[in-house]
């Protein structure tokens, strides 16, 4: 089970419960003051910022003997890279990393695609039950002007879930590390149910500070699995769909798996063929 955020003091005016929490649609976010090591995942468009950030600028003496030091430019940011096929425990992983992020007092946000869809539009789901509220999005380029560019600013840290599902993905990387100095953490399948690269996942490689391949176990033997079965006969890319549709196979049972798709969908053609001529 995730923590939740009992115990957290607000920092935003008016202070409210957090026994009874209420954000005005007007006011996607808030800011909260972690006293102990506990990650807030209630708020969907959860933020942290530590209480300094908060309190009105002012010169330290050694700021104002070398002021050329408050004029430095953004530090560079960051790129990871969480691949692997279904069933691995990507998302787990984004969201361990995400817990980690915050617990350092560092600002977060997370992001899935809107076509995700399978445990709710608003959330980020295992597919063992571990639940995170997040930023559901059509493409990326949009994200700042959602949060507003003030929230943008002050983010440390961005997840993003589902990545393949985003056609931006690559400028988006590049634009939020490269120019502003954020953290991007992304996770999703690097390879469809063909084995052949999916959307712009693979591309971001190039960026990447680093790269996590996750296997999960084959749902045939029980050995190591790196790719992703589909169960049923529909061919196109996108199918959204759980353990109902997929699931995860080490190299010989992807391949006989294959096979026995492939004759099966043979014999389906043939019997539809058989079907009309009768007509």
């Known amino acids: 089970m995730l923590p939740t955020i009992s115990g ?3 920092l935003i005016s008016p202070p409210f419960s957090p026994l009874s929490l209420h954000f005005p649609k007007t006011k996607p976010f808030a800011f909260f003051s972690l006293p102990s090591k506990k990650l807030n995942l209630s708020n969907p468009r959860f933020l942290h910022i530590n209480p300094s950030m908060l309190s009105p600028t002012s010169s330290t003496p050694s700021q104002q003997s070398h002021p050329e030091t408050t004029q430095s430019s953004s530090p ?3 790129v990871h ?3 692997g096929p279904m069933f691995a425990g ?3 992983a984004l969201l361990r990393r995400i817990q980690a992020e915050s617990s350092n007092g560092r600002t977060v946000a997370v992001i899935k695609s809107i076509k995700d869809t399978r445990y709710g539009l608003d959330s980020i789901v295992t597919h063992d039950g571990m639940k995170l509220p997040c930023w559901p999005l059509t493409n990326l380029s949009s994200f700042r002007q959602k949060i507003g560019t003030d929230a943008y600013d002050q983010l440390d840290v961005i997840g993003i879930d589902e990545a393949q599902f985003f056609e931006d993905l690559y400028d988006f990387c590049c634009e939020a590390a490269d120019r502003d100095g954020k953290t991007v953490i992304v996770a999703g399948l690097d390879g469809d149910y063909l084995r052949r690269s999916f959307g712009s996942v ?3 490689i190039p ?3 680093s790269v996590m ?4 176990r084959c749902e045939l033997c029980g050995k190591r699995a790196f790719f992703t079965l589909r169960k049923t006969d529909e061919t196109q890319t996108e199918l959204i769909g759980g353990a109902d549709v997929y699931m995860p196979v080490c190299r010989q049972h992807y391949i006989s798996g294959q096979v026995v ?3 099966a969908r043979s014999v389906l053609e043939s019997q539809k063929l058989q079907c009309g001529s009768y007509k």
């Open 8 to 10: 957290m003091k607000s």
């Open 76 to 78: 560079c940011g960051e």
């Open 81 to 83: 890279v969480i691949v």
């Open 90 to 92: 990507k998302t787990t």
């Open 202 to 204: 693979l591309d971001i």
């Open 207 to 209: 960026l990447a500070n």
């Open 213 to 216: 391949k996750l296997t999960a």
């Open 261 to 263: 798709i492939e004759t």
